[in-house]
C-alpha cells in the first residue's frame, strides 16, 4: 500500500511533466496512489519564482481532478500542497487553505529571514553562519509550523543539510519533535535527500529513531519534480523505517490512513 505523497508540477516553476506523467509513472512503479503536493501560493513578495501563482490554483486543482478521472480505478490520487511557514504569512495561508478540501498539506521551511538557504544559488551563505545557530533558529520555525495548526506533516524535517552541513547536535531537534509528537502530525520521510549532496534521507537515521519514540508516524514522499522521480528508492525507505519501528500513513481529507 505504497503512496507517494510529495510530489510538484510545472507550475511551481521548477518542476517538469503533468500529472497524468507522474500518475503513470506511479503506476508504472507499483504505488497504490499519489498525492500532488505542489508549492502552494503564498504572498506574492514571497518566493515568487518558485511557486504557483494565486491564480494558477485552480488550474492546479483541475490538473489533479483530471487525473483523477483519468485513473480511476487503477491509482488512488489525491490533492494536497506544500505549505511554508514564514512569520507573518499566516492568515494568508490560512485563506488558501480554506479554499478546497485539501488531502493533505505539507509544513515546511524554505527561508530564514531573507535567505533562502536550501537554493544551489545561496549555499555559500553557509560559510558566513554558526552552524548551531542556523539550526537552532531553523527548529524555532519549524515548531512554530508544528504548533500552528495549519499543517499534517512537517516537510523534510533536517533540510539544512542538504549541501552537507550537518546538525552539530542531535537535541536541537527535541522541541520540534516534541510539538508533532503533542499535536498528532507526521514527518515527511523524504527521498529527495538520495538525490542531493548529503545522499540520504530526511529526516537522518537518528532523528528517525527520536521520532519513533515518541510515536510520531510517517509520510512517505519522493519530493518529484519530475516523473521518473515518482517512488525514488522506496524500498529502500520502507525497509529503514521497518527496521527502525516506524509506522508509515499517508493523509485523506487531512486524517491519517
Known sequence: MLFDSHMHTPLCKHAS???????????????????????????????????????????????????????????????????????????????????????????????????????????SEYDNRDLRELYQQYYQLTTQAAQSGLFDSIGHLDLPKKFRHIQPDLTLAFETLDAVAATGMALDYNTAGYRKPIQEAYPSHDLVTEAVKRGIPFVLGSDAHKPSEVGHRFAEAVRDLEGMGGRVVSFKGRQQV
Open 17 to 123: 511533466g503533468t500529472p497524468m506523467e507522474y500518475a503513470q509513472a506511479a503506476l508504472e512503479a507499483g504505488l497504490t496512489g499519489i498525492t500532488f503536493t505542489d508549492h502552494m501560493p503564498m504572498p506574492e513578495w514571497y518566493d515568487a519564482p518558485w511557486r504557483m501563482h494565486l491564480s494558477e490554483l485552480d488550474r492546479y486543482v483541475e490538473w489533479v481532478q483530471e487525473a483523477q478521472q483519468a485513473f480511476a480505478g487503477k491509482l488512488d490520487i489525491r490533492l494536497g500542497l506544500e505549505g511554508d511557514y514564514h512569520p507573518g504569512t499566516t492568515r494568508f495561508v490560512e485563506k488558501v487553505l480554506q479554499r478546497y478540501p485539501w488531502d493533505y498539506v505539507i509544513g515546511s521551511i524554505h527561508y530564514l529571514g531573507a535567505w533562502g538557504f536550501d537554493n544551489p544559488e545561496f549555499a
